[in-house]
């Protein structure tokens, strides 16, 4: 929704009017209009978090598409996961969300046909209502019909070969870190030990360190770590500090653009600095 506008504001005011005692925890208001799996990811990187019975409210490209007879439909939903709820729109971001996981319950919101006009602003007119429902202990089938199956989405998939794994930068954040699809489990099964190259780019850009922090390089040094949420990172260390924009701005990556980790066992580099 941003945060120029009046519309956080006006959310948050209907809220605190349907229950006076909540907790309210902004996530983000700037994932880029109708990007469903930029909000899956954020809210995926955090909700380990939050405490059990936690409501999220997923604002992003909200508006129902009412087709019952088409895998195109978008309809309001609620899921049940590891003891939080959602409430968000079956526009992928579900799906997007889950990955491999399985929601222990997922719901489809029916009963928005009968108030059409809720539409117009479906994150404050049908989602709070949700939302209040879940705190009042309502019974869920009295107001949403249990689905066995959502939207599915595709997000790219880091494949692996013998000493090789292809990445995808799947996030920029704030910093310019670049965020991709490469697992920590995944760089291990791989690489086994061996000595590695990241490149991003080109064959100019590589990195053939992992490092535990970012301040194990100089400030304005490029570096590769494993975040919080076990993804591979590559950043500059300081760099949004220091004008330079990031690792985004300073090798010109943006989301999308591939990477690729070369791993050498020993004795099959064609450097002689790999043999040691």
Known sequence: MGLKDHYVASLKGRLLQMIPNVHIVDITHLI???NSAEAAYTLRSCIADFPEGTIHIIGVDTEPILNFGNAEGA??????????YFIGNDNGFFGAFLGDDRPDKFYRIEDVLSNPKDMKSPTKNIYLGIAQKIVEGQDFNLFATEQ???KKFFLPAALFDEN????????IDAYGNLITNVTKDMFDGVGKGANFEIHYRNKEYNISKISMLYNEVAAGDRVALFNANHHLEIAINRGANEGLGGANKMFGVKVGDSLQIRFFPRGSHDTLESLF
């Open 32 to 34: 880029k209009p109708f």
């Open 75 to 84: 309809f309001p939903s609620l899921m049940q996961f590891k003891g939080q």
């Open 148 to 150: 066995s199956t959502y």
């Open 164 to 171: 090789l794994i292809k990445g995808t930068i799947i996030h």
